[in-house]
């Protein structure tokens, strides 16, 4: 069988990316030239010229406007050089499953709760980037929960539990183009229509099971395919839904593979990480100037 050459595409290697980025004037320059692309643009007047001053600050000719590189950053007031901060970047980005920030201390050789810090700012940059993005055309959706085995309620309802919707876009092919991994209040038709207008493009096919809220789209703007699928192994081996049900399966067994627990107020950011890397899978030497 031929291997997939996504998934076996050779990646960014830890020697590859020291090269790139192994030393504090690398990654000085690589932020330089992700902020500034065409060179330096004073954020208080917009002019094009400048100078660097002893300090490391640049100051604008025109108005004497002085920042520094990290300043409007995710890196502005941090005490950890930058090649630490590119290298967290780099283990988030290049393994298929994530990293714990207990994990992510040894590697980095910082305290957990450094690495625990750092590691939230880039899933919150993750986080914010999939918000502006929506899915279009065939989309198989479901609901699902997150959150580890407590005693009480179990299912819909369970105080632990933390609901979320799964949605993938695939092509004529039916294979799986992007992903949408987005934390809800609840299950409700205000909830969905809500999550609807802002990360589903209208005239898009939304394929769903039975469940009431989902009768969001029925509306002029999509066209809803519902199937009632009812419980057990019946509804998983729906051919419908073969994609979210993949999908499900990967995010769940990643997240509890990974981490120890989780809190409902962090959900949206784990989830945000699993869809980051997901949708950027197809060029993974990318990832981190992205």
């Given amino acids: 069988m031929a291997r997939n050459p996504i998934q076996f595409q050779a990646g960014l290697s830890l020697p590859a990316f020291l090269e790139q980025y192994g030393t504090e004037a690398q990654c000085q320059a690589a932020l330089f030239r992700h902020r500034w692309p065409r060179g330096f643009v004073c954020p208080d007047c917009g002019n094009t010229t400048g100078c660097r001053l002893s300090r490391g600050l640049y100051q604008c000719h025109r108005c004497h406007h002085q920042t520094s590189l990290t300043a409007g950053t995710i890196f502005h007031a941090t005490h950890l050089p930058l090649t630490t901060w590119f290298l967290a970047i780099y283990l988030l980005t290049q393994r298929k499953s994530g990293i714990s920030a207990l994990q992510l201390s040894r590697e980095l050789g910082v305290s957990y ?17 999939n918000q502006g993005e929506k899915l279009s055309g065939r989309i198989e959706l479901d609901d699902a929960y997150l ?11 369970a105080e632990h539990k933390f609901p979320f919707l799964a949605a993938v876009q695939t092509d004529a092919e039916g294979h799986p183009l992007r992903v949408q991994l987005r934390r ?3 299950f409700t038709l205000t909830e969905i229509r809500r999550y609807a207008q802002q990360a589903i493009v209208p005239g898009s096919q939304v394929i769903s099971d039975g469940l009431g809220c989902f009768r969001a789209f029925d509306t002029p703007l999509y066209v809803h395919d519902c199937h009632i699928t009812g419980g057990g192994r019946a509804s998983v081996e729906n051919p419908e839904f073969n994609w979210v049900n993949t999908l499900l399966g990967n995010v769940k067994n990643a997240i509890t593979g990974t981490y120890h627990a989780i809190r409902g107020q962090h959900a949206p950011r784990y989830l945000a990480e699993f869809e980051y890397r997901f ?8 990832m981190i100037p992205r």
């Fill in 113 to 129: 709760n450094t690495a625990w810090k750092l590691k939230h700012k880039l899933l919150q940059v993750m986080h914010e980037r």
């Fill in 147 to 157: 959150g580890g085995e407590r005693p009480g309620k179990r299912g819909r309802g």
């Fill in 279 to 286: 949708n950027r899978r197809y060029d993974l030497k990318a």
């Fill in 184 to 186: 809800v209040s609840g």
